[in-house]
């Protein structure tokens, strides 16, 4: 019953956790941190298990807070498609004060919701923005660059 001894030894093993992520609250503004810096993955992701090559989310609990939507407090997720990784590690090379050689990889950056619109109107590039709430599954495939903010 353990799947992990049956991998393949050339394959990139899950990360098989548990993990547990505690956030507060963020901002998406111009200086926004989020709550989860722009990243990927190299396995897919998803909010229960689904099959062995995945990693697992659950969000159990979202309390309201004072910026909450109607929905309550959520689990915002900006989700880029893979298409849109390299115009990404561009844009954020060339609004960098500072010199990273890859802002996806090293996961310091969060795109605001005016860089976002930016990102709209010079690339055409749009995230996919999912809010989760208690329950609520979110997949996100291997090399999608993604990061999350909690409202």
């Known amino acids: 019953m353990n799947l992990a001894a049956r991998f393949p030894e050339d394959l990139v093993v899950p990360d098989l956790g548990p993990k547990m992520y505690i956030a507060h609250a963020s901002e998406d503004g111009l200086n926004g941190k989020g709550t ?4 990927l993955d190299i396995t897919d992701a998803v909010n229960f298990v689904m099959k062995f090559l ?4 659950i969000m159990t609990f979202a309390a309201p807070s004072e910026k909450a939507t109607a929905r309550g407090g959520a689990a915002v997720w900006d ?10 590690r561009a844009y954020l090379k060339e609004v960098a004060s500072s010199s990273v050689d890859d ?6 950056f969060f ?3 005016p860089q976002l619109a930016e990102l709209q109107e010079k690339h055409s590039i749009t995230p996919w923005r999912i809010y989760q709430n ?11 660059a993604h990061q999350v903010l909690i409202r």
């Open 79 to 88: 989700i880029f498609p893979t298409h849109a990784t390299d115009i990404l």
């Open 54 to 57: 995945t990693k697992v989310n």
């Open 111 to 113: 795109i605001s919701t």
């Open 103 to 108: 802002p996806v990889l090293r996961q310091t």
């Open 36 to 39: 989860t810096r722009l990243h």
């Open 134 to 144: 208690p329950g609520d599954a979110v997949f996100i495939p291997a090399g999608c």
